[in-house]
Nanobody
């Protein structure tokens, strides 16, 4: 099993930056892909970004490309999402997810999920 715990969310103003963290524990040695998803009120969960754990290959949703950077620290088993130029449309609960296989933007490909962290961007 793998446990994921997100942190770093909060209330910010439009244009601000924020860095989310996700601490992974348990059987982390078998993880292949980790990603971030988000879910706004009344909307479906959507893909934000993902990274392959070993070689750091990244992939971003068009909506955040250029404003978000996903990274990982394999020594501490921590996943990050650095967000800049935040917009009110970025308001959502952000979830960390992990997979033991190569995964892309489909949430079904991720077996492990955190509890989420709220990001609220005021205009």
């Amino acid at each position: 099993q793998v446990q994921l715990v997100e942190s770093g969310g909060g209330l910010v103003q439009a244009g601000d930056s924020l860095r989310l963290s996700c601490a992974a524990s348990g059987r982390t040695s078998s993880l292949y892909t980790m990603g971030w998803f988000r879910q706004a009120p009344g909307k479906e969960r959507e893909f934000v970004a993902r990274i392959t754990w070993r070689d750091g290959n990244t992939y971003y949703a068009d909506s955040v490309k250029g404003r978000c950077t996903i990274s990982r620290d394999s020594t501490t088993n921590t996943l990050y999402l650095q967000m800049i130029s935040l917009k009110p449309d970025d308001t959502a609960v952000y979830y960390c997810a992990a997979s033991r296989q190569y995964a892309t933007l489909l949430s079904q490909m991720y077996a492990y999920w955190g509890q989420g962290t709220q990001v609220t961007v005021s205009s």
